[in-house]
């Protein structure tokens, strides 16, 4: 069974999401009705965009804590370029997401080049990131309106909603990266063994800061599709989304140690994740529990990895 398993992730974690939507629709009628089906694939926008940067980090055998800060400190600057400055909203967005790049590729820096353990420097960034977001608001939501945002938010393109449009172009990007570029390649090779991979001529630090540089851009994405649907920029949003992110991923596949996964199972992961918060929510679950829960689920998707990749 463990390696028709790791033979076959995709099936087996389709399988999963089948069951647990299964499950939900018995404990609740609610759970298949057209509006929540559509409401779900709203939620899963925003986890499946940070997991997807997560996913990238962790084949390299990394980790990213500092995603949701990085998420918080773009929507906010997003927020108050719109609001304040009354910049247009698309240069906003361009500008929000580009310093979620840039904070990004500062953590791969700080990471290959002053050999720091990434879950140091992410750690660090994430109380960085979220400090400035508090500091540049005073702690305060900015409360913001526009036609583009309101289509990003709540506009459809051939009955899908637009943010998982931006999902399903994302994910289609970085599967060619990974099955089909060179860098794919080198992602995994970095995963599997840092040490050969660079005896092999891999750039390694170079790749590092650009797969870092990924996931902060992945979070700038996920901010302005979070700020689309609040309409608003608080300081405190996607607080403990890091963890959520990370848990999708391995839910995924994606082994924690580097060198094994794929992007496709990573948003079945993400959907799993999704669909278990909102059938929690439907159901009356308080959402203090589910942090308990998410939390139990992460360490049990650990476990199972390392069952799974034990010889």
Known sequence: MRKWISEHPFIWIVAVMLLLGLILSILSPYFLTAGNVSNLLKQVSILALLAAGQT????????????????????????????????????????????????????????????????????????????????????????????LLQFIGDG?????????????????????????????????????????ARLAGINVDRHKILIYTISGLCAGLAAVVMISRLSSAP??????????????VIIGGTSFTGGIGSIETTLIGAMIMTMMSNGLNILGVSSFWQQVFVGFITILAVWLDKLKSRR
């Open 56 to 147: 990238l980090v962790i084949l390299s055998a990394g980790i990213d804590l500092s995603v949701g800060s990085i998420l918080a400190l773009s929507a906010v600057l997003m927020g108050g370029m719109i609001k304040n400055a009354e910049m247009a909203p698309g240069l906003a967005i361009l500008l929000g997401i580009l310093i979620a790049g840039g904070v990004g590729a500062c953590n791969g820096i700080v990471i290959s080049k002053a050999k720091l353990p990434p879950f140091i420097v992410t750690l660090g960034t994430m109380g960085i990131a979220r400090g400035l977001a508090l500091v540049y608001t005073k702690g305060i939501s900015f409360q913001i309106s526009s036609k």
């Open 156 to 196: 459809t393109i051939l009955g899908l909603p637009f943010p998982i449009i931006v999902v399903i172009i994302l994910y289609g990007i970085l599967y060619l990266v990974l099955k089909k570029h060179v860098f794919g390649r080198n992602v995994y090779a970095i995963g599997d063994n840092e040490e050969a």
């Open 235 to 248: 300081p405190n949003v996607a607080n403990g989304s890091e963890l959520q992110a990370i848990a999708a």
